[in-house]
């Protein structure tokens, strides 16, 4: 039995036609004043802003839209719409999207909530988070499962880096998800989603303690779940039911319930992060860069025991526990491959690097030597480089 605290206070209201609920949402949890923040073009296009702004008009809240949130947010674009909301005054924030719409909507609620501390300050964790607007979020891209967790990231351009920080104060107070919004996703959007998912849940499920037995089985279906409908959605491109299991599946695996009692690893996550930061890569095809690389490297450190666990109840395969481990590694990389996703530093664009990026990429992911990132395989700069050299193709 391994001990832990839970609460996910983020009410999740999921289904076709659930956004019709936003103004209800945002009216219950005391928004009068709601700044709508929103990715590129598409919300617009689409017609979901205009939607989601007459049910606010129809509603009597007063609104105003900071639109432009990119893949891998912005500090700078957070900063910008912490003067927007507090120009207008905005007790609520709406935000419309994926991740990073979500993530820089939490960045600005907190901003906006301490006006006399720069965000960059929350990131680097030299101030705490004691108080933030409250956030609502509308999911159109199943993936980073920012819609119900305590996660937010954010780059900082102009020194490179990309930095994670979690809060209770990061929860959503709610959530509407409509699988129906994210239909029109290109492949490559529900391909990323899909490695995301699967790696917010495999970070936590390869961790060094035994965890409690129903937390692994969940972590277990989940994957079973997304790896089955990652396939569906993308060969029928109109199956909602597959999208609303992609789309529940993301929000669950990052809410902390597939890891309950266990120690999160995030390894993975750490590595991508800093080729994202430097190459300005999409998030879920950094991930599938190096996960191969990491599970090998991580195999041949810790043992085959936890990988043929998962390669068993994931994968279906069986035989010894070495044979099923290096099997199990092996489908999860062909399965990327399936996708269309990238397994190396070749495919995923950036082109193989020298000796001297690979000891940058390393000496960044480390903060200069002066930390160690995972939990189940603990790497610190030498090991780091041995990830990259290894998915260096």
């Excluded at 062909?334 to 193989?352: E, Q």
């Excluded at 960044?364 to 480089?385: K, N, W």
Aim: hydrophobic residues 45%; contains cysteine.
């Amino acid at each position: 039995m391994e001990s832990f605290t839970y609460c996910v206070p983020t009410e999740i209201v999921f289904g076709q036609g659930a956004e019709d609920n936003t103004a209800a949402e945002v009216a219950k949890f005391g928004g009068r004043r709601v700044l709508i923040v929103a990715g590129g073009r598409s919300a617009r296009r689409s017609g979901l802003l205009d939607r989601l702004e007459k049910q606010l008009d129809d509603a009597g809240l007063a609104h105003a839209a900071f639109e432009g949130a990119q893949p891998n947010p912005r500090l700078a674009h957070a900063r910008e719409g912490v003067r927007a909301a507090l120009a207008f005054g905005a007790d609520f924030i709406l935000a419309v999207g994926g991740g990073s719409a979500i993530d820089t909507g939490k960045a600005i609620a907190h901003g906006a909530a301490n006006p006399d501390v720069d965000l960059w300050e929350f990131w680097t964790r030299r101030r705490t988070v004691e108080k933030s607007l409250p956030v609502g979020a509308v999911l159109t891209i199943p993936a980073a499962g920012s819609e119900t967790s305590d996660s937010a990231v954010l780059t900082d351009e102009q020194s490179g880096q990309k930095r994670g920080l979690s809060t209770p104060h990061n929860r959503p107070v709610f959530a509407v998800m409509d699988p129906a919004l994210a239909l029109s996703l290109p492949d490559f959007q529900v391909s990323c989603g899909v490695v995301d998912i699967m790696m917010h849940t495999l970070d936590r499920y390869f961790n060094p303690v035994a965890t409690n037995e129903l937390t692994d089985a969940l972590a277990e279906a989940l994957l079973r779940t997304v790896i089955a409908n990652g396939r569906k959605a993308l060969a029928d491109r109109a199956d909602c039911h597959a999208m609303s299991e992609i789309m529940w599946c993301g929000s669950v695996s990052h809410n902390g319930l597939t890891g309950l009692g266990g120690e999160k690893d995030f390894a993975p996550h750490q590595l991508g992060h800093e080729l994202s930061a430097r190459f300005d890569v999409a998030h879920g095809a950094s991930l599938s860069a190096v996960w191969g690389a990491w599970a090998a490297e991580a195999l041949a450190a810790v043992g085959p025991a936890r990988f043929a666990q998962y390669g068993r109840a994931v994968w279906g395969l069986a035989g010894e526990d070495a044979a099923v481990a290096r099997e199990a590694i092996e489908a999860t990389v062909v399965y990327f491959v399936a996708l269309g996703m990238p397994t190396g530093f070749v495919s995923l664009g950036i082109g193989a690097q020298s000796e001297q990026e690979l000891a940058a990429l390393a000496e960044g992911a480390t903060y200069g030597r002066t930390r160690t990132i995972g939990s189940f395989y603990r790497l610190g700069y030498d090991q780091v480089l041995a990830v990259y050299r290894r998915a260096n193709r």
